[in-house]
């Protein structure tokens, strides 16, 4: 048989967070790395 | 001892941050009903147990084993490793359906702790993965596997349209088990060949930024992956191609786009199996509203994940909206086209 399934698409979680404000607060509780990205690219590759 | 084997990587979970598509299956006997994500970047079906005791699950619907007829025990504990923490649960074996297909004795995980808070908010309960069996935690067949032995599918093939448009769209992204649907792509179909049999893994031939080629010079490896929201790859590339569009990093890792400045932007071209793959600005940049304020974050990020063939990029749901994909387990093949 051939089966069609649908997919719904929702608002993502970052999407969610974002529009409430708490983004920035979630991924420093949880992604505190994130933060040291932003200057990832002025030290040495490795 | 719980069979744990190391998950992909640290990315993992944070990606579900991004993950949009999701579709109901039904388990057990009578039906209990659970939204997952069909990802082609993992190859275990999880859905939070009864007996599960993380804020995550309080939130979605739970499996109750003693209500299943066809329920069986296994009892081995199973843990997916995600960046945060480990996702532990126990096996189990039961009748799922999905969509029209019943598939019996199907190998899952009932999920009693979920790390971090990132479920929390998730509008899926689970995770259908359609990998390789290689890349599986949970002991036993995948989903799609269990298809082709149970011969519930006309061909070992199954196929994704995923849907730019905002919810209202119709229908905002399809999966077709067995077959391909025509109606929503622009043939022919471009086929490139599975590399490794885990994720779907293929040869990436370069990346062109405005017809330059600026990045895999000499070939890299790619995975498509619908679990994926974004287009993911080194580091190192990812920040030159994010100089190279005009994106700026804000302080939580995201870089930024002047929406009005899409159009004067390059876009961005993908060689796989010697065809050219182009996305313009409006593709490649996600938009998003805050309150009356329109942003644009580059649809780029970095992650680096090292395979035995070289670095991997993975072309997520800002690839997949414009090139229906179709996985060929009969033939380990990808196949692209416009969509």
């Given at each position: 048989?051939?089966?069609?399934?649908?997919?719904?698409?929702?608002?993502?979680?970052?999407?969610?967070?974002?529009?409430?404000?708490?983004?920035?607060?979630?991924?420093?509780?949880?992604r505190?790395?994130?933060?040291?990205?932003?200057?990832?690219?002025?030290?040495?590759?490795? | 001892?719980?069979?744990?084997?190391?998950?992909?990587?640290?990315?993992?979970?944070?990606?579900?941050?991004?993950?949009?598509?999701?579709?109901?299956?039904?388990?057990?006997?009578?039906?209990?009903?659970?939204s997952?994500?069909?990802?082609?970047?993992?190859?275990?079906?999880?859905?939070?147990?009864?007996?599960?005791?993380?804020?995550?699950?309080?939130?979605?619907?739970?499996?109750?084993?003693?209500?299943?007829?066809?329920?069986?025990?296994?009892?081995?504990?199973?843990?997916i490793?995600?960046?945060?923490?480990?996702?532990?649960?126990?096996?189990?074996?039961?009748?799922?359906?999905?969509?029209?297909?019943?598939?019996?004795?199907?190998?899952?995980?009932?999920?009693?702790?979920?790390?971090?808070?990132?479920?929390?908010?998730?509008?899926?309960?689970?995770?259908?993965?359609?990998?390789?069996?290689?890349?599986?935690?949970?002991?036993?067949?995948?989903?799609?596997?269990?298809?082709?032995?149970?011969?519930?599918?006309?061909?070992?093939?199954?196929?994704?349209?995923?849907?730019?448009?905002?919810?209202?769209?119709?229908?905002?992204?399809?999966?077709?088990?067995?077959?391909?649907?025509?109606?929503?792509?622009?043939?022919?179909?471009?086929?490139?060949?599975?590399?490794?049999?885990g994720?779907?893994?293929?040869?990436?031939?370069?990346?062109?930024?405005?017809?330059?080629?600026?990045?895999?010079?000499?070939?890299?490896?790619?995975?498509?992956?619908?679990?994926?929201?974004?287009?993911?790859?080194?580091?190192?590339?990812?920040?030159?191609?994010?100089?190279?569009?005009?994106?700026?990093?804000?302080?939580?890792?995201?870089?930024?786009?002047?929406?009005?400045?899409?159009?004067?932007?390059?876009?961005?071209?993908?060689?796989l199996?010697?065809?050219e793959?182009?996305?313009?600005?409006?593709?490649?940049?996600?938009?998003?509203?805050?309150?009356?304020?329109?942003?644009?974050?580059?649809?780029?990020?970095?992650v680096?994940?090292?395979?035995?063939?070289?670095?991997?990029?993975?072309?997520?749901?800002?690839?997949?909206?414009?090139?229906?994909?179709?996985?060929?387990?009969?033939?380990?093949?990808?196949?692209?086209?416009?969509?």
């Amino acid at each position: 048989a051939v089966v069609r399934i649908p997919l719904r698409r929702a608002p993502s979680i970052r999407s969610q967070l974002r529009a409430d404000g708490l983004l920035e607060e979630f991924l420093r509780d949880h992604r505190p790395d994130m933060f040291s990205r932003r200057y990832a690219h002025c030290f040495p590759s490795g | 001892t719980p069979s744990l084997r190391l998950g992909r990587s640290s990315e993992r979970i944070y990606n579900f941050m991004d993950a949009q598509y999701y579709a109901d299956i039904r388990l057990g006997t009578p039906e209990q009903n659970f939204s997952v994500i069909f990802d082609t970047g993992s190859a275990d079906l999880w859905v939070p147990s009864s007996y599960c005791v993380s804020q995550a699950c309080a939130s979605h619907r739970r499996f109750m084993a003693f209500d299943s007829s066809t329920f069986h025990h296994d009892g081995r504990m199973f843990g997916i490793h995600y960046g945060s923490g480990h996702l532990l649960g126990v096996m189990a074996r039961d009748t799922l359906k999905v969509g029209g297909l019943t598939i019996l004795n199907q190998e899952f995980g009932e999920s009693v702790y979920e790390p971090g808070s990132t479920f929390v908010l998730a509008k899926f309960d689970g995770v259908l993965g359609m990998g390789y069996p290689a890349l599986a935690e949970i002991l036993g067949n995948p989903v799609f596997d269990n298809m082709l032995a149970q011969k519930t599918v006309d061909e070992p093939v199954f196929s994704f349209y995923l849907s730019r448009r905002t919810s209202g769209g119709n229908p905002e992204g399809e999966l077709m088990l067995g077959g391909t649907d025509e109606s929503m792509y622009i043939a022919p179909i471009h086929w490139i060949p599975v590399t490794a049999k885990g994720y779907w893994q293929i040869k990436l031939d370069s990346v062109a930024v405005q017809g330059v080629s600026s990045f895999c010079p000499r070939g890299c490896q790619a995975i498509v992956d619908t679990g994926t929201s974004l287009i993911t790859g080194p580091s190192h590339d990812i920040f030159n191609l994010q100089q190279l569009i005009g994106a700026t990093p804000t302080n939580i890792g995201e870089f930024l786009i002047d929406c009005a400045r899409l159009s004067s932007l390059p876009h961005v071209t993908f060689v796989l199996g010697g065809k050219e793959y182009t996305l313009t600005a409006e593709q490649y940049v996600r938009k998003e509203m805050l309150g009356d304020r329109e942003m644009c974050f580059s649809g780029f990020q970095s992650v680096d994940i090292l395979s035995p063939e070289g670095p991997l990029w993975i072309l997520g749901d800002v690839f997949l909206t414009e090139f229906y994909s179709v996985f060929d387990r009969g033939q380990d093949r990808v196949g692209l086209a416009p969509a």
